[in-house]
């Protein structure tokens, strides 16, 4: 105890104490340098956040560089500054790659800005996603069927992106999809990974639509491999299911007459 005691006393006391303060300012590269690393903290979160805070913080090691090179003329804080700058100027370099290696085209862009970035998906989780559809857009001209009553088996998972969808079962009209919602959502929901089955509606474009697709077996091994973009889906198909189910109640009502 005694040891400890000593140790904390010598590493508290033993060096000299200031008596006498400095009375004029450092130079103004110090104060930029501190102004940058204060705004760069402010960063936040995502690619562009990072951009933005190694970009300000590698800026504030660069002036306290040179202000311990002009000013206070320290080899070892021109040292320690000058390594911080350059992490992160690598790192600025490897944030900025990786932002232009998640580039996409312009409807997955759209897509990606009005139903996944608004739930704080990463970037990188998104073009794992696209990726499993092949990056494609699929094109279903007006009066065309995605899929027929008792025939189209259910092997696919669709997202509409846009146009408008006709539902119908048995020639009765059921509901409308409109873009940004699944094709066939209720549909895979019905079966388990290994069951199969086939569509009991029709679906019939009304204009021309795009939608993007994913493969039924690929998009389950994304799932295995990702667990939080399969309860991802899990939470956009069961909110997907409810916006149906809501569309169908309020047919049944209009048509009672009441509502």
């Excluded at 500054?81 to 370099?93: G, R, T």
């Excluded at 989780?125 to 065309?144: G, M, N, Q, S």
């Excluded at 079966?191 to 994913?214: H, K, M, N, S």
Aim: proline share 2%.
């Amino acid at each position: 105890m005694g040891e400890n005691a000593s140790f904390w006393e010598s590493l508290i006391y033993a060096h000299p104490t200031c008596t006498t303060w400095k009375q004029e300012a450092e130079g103004s590269i110090y104060h930029l340098a501190s102004i940058l690393f204060v705004v760069g903290f402010m960063g936040g979160s995502g690619f562009f956040g990072l951009l933005y805070v190694f970009s300000l913080l590698g800026l504030g090691f660069l002036c306290s560089s040179v202000w311990a090179w002009l000013d206070v003329c320290a080899a070892d804080i021109f040292s320690w500054n000058f390594v911080l700058f350059a992490i992160c100027f690598v790192q600025f370099v490897y944030v900025t790659y990786q932002v232009r290696s998640v580039a996409f085209d312009r409807e997955f862009q759209e897509l990606y800005s009005a139903l996944f970035q608004p739930l704080g998906i990463s970037l990188t989780v998104y073009r794992k996603i696209v990726l499993c559809c092949d990056a494609e857009v699929i094109t279903l001209e007006k009066e065309h069927c995605y899929a027929m009553q008792g025939k189209t088996p259910i092997d696919k998972l669709s997202l509409l992106v846009s146009g408008r969808i006709r539902v119908t079962v048995d020639g009765e009209f059921l509901h409308y999809i409109f873009p940004l919602q699944f094709l066939d959502s209720p549909e895979w929901d019905s079966l388990r990974p290994t069951e199969e089955g086939i569509f009991q509606v029709t679906l019939t474009a009304e204009t021309d639509c795009r939608y993007v697709a994913w493969r039924r077996k690929k998009l389950y091994l994304l799932f295995a491999k990702h667990r939080f973009i399969s309860r991802l889906f899990s939470i956009l198909i069961g909110s997907d299911i409810a916006e149906k189910l809501y569309a169908l109640n309020d047919r049944v009502h209009v048509g009672q007459g009441f509502r």
